[in-house]
């Protein structure tokens, strides 16, 4: 039985959240060429390989090569729903409870409606784990969305695009890439996912940090 540590939820309280300009996201194919270097598309997930990555060393002695890398890996469900204009998701593999973003600016956004329809969700969040890889599958074989950024921490919102799956294989994502949750373009999605067991997590907030969205395109004919 596998126990978890619940983490702080990431979801902004009421209509806290400024209203700032959209700046929207290419929408990419989610290729094996179009993800070299973000991750891997995902044909069998009890296959996939999720890289651990070795904690570092403090100082000029290194860590000792057996150890370091062995706190192995958790999964369980990344459940999303659309509640009028607002997504939100429960990732039980870790304990996380999340507002991953909404159909319309924060302010105008309804959780008894859809105010614009849902042809794109407002991001305001990304974050890496430097402490191994992640895999999100589909359990509905329904369309989905990742926006997804490579690894650096000066990272900028041009850095980002949005990679569309049709829902018949997964992603894994490889350490340090930047991601949010899953964005599906359907009212709901459930996801098995896979992932680093110790779960650290680096963060940028796009209002606060650029004063800005990232409109991530849920509609599959603008995809390049």
Not at 70 to 80: D, K
Not at 97 to 110: M, R, T
Not at 189 to 195: E, K, L, N
Request: one cysteine or more.
């Amino acid at each position: 039985m596998q126990m978890h540590v619940a983490m702080p939820n990431l979801k902004p309280e009421g209509n806290s959240m400024p209203d700032a300009p959209i700046l929207d996201l290419p929408l990419i194919e989610g290729t094996a060429e179009n993800l070299a270097g973000y991750g891997e598309i995902v044909a069998d997930p009890e296959r996939q390989k999720i890289e651990i990555v070795r904690w570092p060393a403090q100082g000029w002695r290194p860590v000792d090569p057996n150890s370091g890398d062995e706190g192995g890996t958790t999964e369980g469900i990344f459940a999303c729903q659309w509640v009028g204009d607002v997504l939100k998701a429960q990732n039980h593999a870790v304990g996380g409870d999340y507002v991953l973003g909404w159909s319309c600016l924060p302010s105008e956004a309804s959780e008894a409606r859809s105010t614009l329809g849902r042809h794109r969700a407002l991001m305001w969040r990304a974050n890496y784990h430097p402490d191994g890889g992640q895999m999100f599958y589909p359990l509905e074989k329904a369309p989905f969305v990742v926006p997804l950024a490579l690894p650096g921490d000066d990272v900028t919102p041009q850095d980002f695009k949005a990679f569309w799956f049709d829902g018949s294989k997964g992603l894994y994502m490889h350490p340090n890439v930047w991601h949010d949750g899953v964005f599906p373009a359907t009212d709901t999605g459930r996801y098995f996912g896979r992932q680093g067991r110790v779960h650290a997590r680096v963060s940028a907030n796009f209002p606060s940090e650029f004063g800005c969205y990232l409109g991530a395109p849920l509609v599959r004919g603008s995809a390049i």
